[in-house]
């Protein structure tokens, strides 16, 4: 395709975009930082970063989203990854039932490997980054793999943002065990290399059973529920950004139905009254 994997496939019928799931299953294998595969390709092992896995969970619990707006209520979903960090594997999978809420489940699927050897999913873990000493004594980020680094720990989001750990989001933590215990994260399975003799290897099988919340798929018509941004809105954003002026920002600032701010083309309500399919209306500003 010649789109993003979180906003792709986008189907159609009948000139209309498909709002509701339309697949029995769904194969999401997405992008990670394949430190499960050290045994066949060596020089992953030389490049491997804690980094990696940070830069690539909020994609990951997109592109897993988006896989279960595409299944039909009912369907069945592997998300899998070649990478053994559980900012990648167990962290995705519970962001993702955390905001499917009840309309996502997952399956315990021990019968279906029959004799495969895999570890149950982990209900714990660490997130940190890792730092090397500078010249100065002062402990620095490291972005390459070589001597002297060390890792630091964050017991929460809070502490590790306040650190200033690059790209740490909230869902990258675990859940409380009260949590962990309601979404099942055990169901999930780890494939060590040494257990099978092969590489290693996550995977997670997710039923839908319900509408997401915010419904199913991103529709044409999604972007004419977005309200025009107030000028005290505008004001404010103005005052914060400098350069931007309040008639730029003139029919291109809108607020969502979730309450998030996004920018918008002014040729928006044109190319829906024509009936063009839009794929993702406006960009969402974060804080």
């Not at 896995?53 to 979903?77: C, S």
């Not at 070649?82 to 990648?88: A, V």
């Not at 500078?134 to 890792?151: F, I, P, Q, T």
Request: glycine share 10%.
């Amino acid at each position: 395709t010649g789109g993003l994997g979180e906003q792709l496939p986008m189907m159609h019928f009948d000139g209309d975009a498909q709002s509701q799931g339309c697949f029995d299953r769904v194969l999401a294998d997405v992008p990670c930082s394949g430190d499960g595969t050290i045994r066949k390709a060596a020089d992953v092992l030389r490049r491997w970063t804690p980094e990696a896995a940070v830069q690539l969970h909020g994609v990951q619990v997109e592109l897993a989203l988006h896989g279960l707006r595409l299944l039909k209520v009912g369907g069945t979903m592997v998300y899998s990854t070649c990478s053994l960090n559980p900012i990648e594997n167990e962290a995705v999978v519970a962001s993702v039932l955390r905001q499917a809420g009840a309309s996502a489940a997952l399956v315990q699927i021990s019968e279906q490997l029959g004799n495969l050897l895999a570890r149950t999913g982990l209900t714990t873990w660490q997130v940190g980054e890792a730092k090397a000493q500078s010249n100065s004594g002062k402990a620095a980020r490291c972005s390459s793999s070589g001597a002297g680094l060390h890792m630091k720990w964050y017991p929460n989001f809070v502490t590790a943002q306040k650190a200033g750990m690059s790209g740490a989001t909230a869902g990258m933590w675990p859940p409380s065990l009260a949590e962990a215990e309601h979404m099942h994260l055990e169901y999930c399975r780890r494939v060590l290399p040494h257990d099978n003799d092969t590489g290693g290897f996550f995977l997670a099988l997710l039923e839908k059973r319900g509408a997401l919340p915010g419904g199913n798929l991103i529709r044409s018509g999604a972007a004419a529920e977005f309200l025009p941004a107030s000028r005290k809105l505008s004001a404010t954003l103005c005052s914060q950004v400098p350069g931007l002026k309040m008639d730029s920002l003139a029919g291109r600032i809108a607020v969502s139905p979730e309450d998030e701010i996004v920018f918008t083309p002014p040729e928006l309500p044109a190319m829906l009254a024509a009936g063009w399919p839009v794929i993702r209306a406006g960009a969402q500003l974060r804080s």
